[in-house]
């Protein structure tokens, strides 16, 4: 029985895979702005048209690295409190274990069939248990909650971010990279 699902070690891995597309991205914009500062020897109309696209798209990939580390940042507090959460729920469903009880598939708390709890009523180790169990779901769907909402300004940045193929300027992580160099979806 799983009563949180989800595993705060994979995200925090994601997370870390877009804080290296971030430095990237920041570096590909660094690397436009210096170019505008090398063409300072070329003049006339066409050159100020290229200097500013360069500097637009030069700061607007520094701007996306802002975002996109902003959306890391969340992403890893995710992760902290989901494993939290898994914690939490692992010592709800051994407290339960050991004192005859069962988490069920709808994480409602019985007791074993069988078994027979003696001293069990209201504020008895049934309720205790359930508790135990509700505070762990309960830990993981705040945080969920809390997540997305965190997560909605920087949406944008994180879905450009998560697409390998939507930036082929910036360098590819090769970690990114399965067997052979063919590009591994997450």
Known sequence: ???VEGDGASVSAFAARLARRADRLAACGDALLRAVEELDGWAGPEADDVRSRLAAQGLAAADAAAALRSGVAVLQGYAVDLGRATA???HAESWCAARGLVVGADAQVRAVPGVLLLGDGPGGITERGQWLADAAREH???AAVRCAAELAPHSRAL?????????PGVPADPADRGPGGRHRRH
């Not at 879905?159 to 930036?167: L, R």
């Open 159 to 167: 879905a450009v971010a998560g697409d390998a193929d939507a930036h």
């Open 140 to 142: 993981a769907e705040e």
């Open 1 to 3: 029985m799983t009563l």
């Open 88 to 90: 939490m729920a692992r």
